[in-house]
């Protein structure tokens, strides 16, 4: 049980402007709790993908 806690502190969703709602509402269904929403600044956009497509990440979907 203490394992599974650890892995949810770290959950972080990199998603880009058009599925930005799905990586939402995929992390409240897993941590049952709202996440906090960050931009990706433009160091991080030249190495950083979207989870559910190929686009560039345009957010950060993560546990506070």
Request: hydrophobic share 35%.
């Amino acid at each position: 049980m203490k394992k599974k806690m650890k892995e949810r502190e770290n959950m972080k969703i990199y998603c880009c402007k058009e599925h930005v709602e799905l990586a939402m509402d995929i992390f409240v269904d897993e941590e049952e709790t709202f996440p906090a929403l960050h931009t990706v600044d433009n160091l991080k956009q030249l190495s950083t993908h979207c989870e559910y497509c190929r686009n560039e990440a345009a957010y950060l979907v993560e546990n506070v």
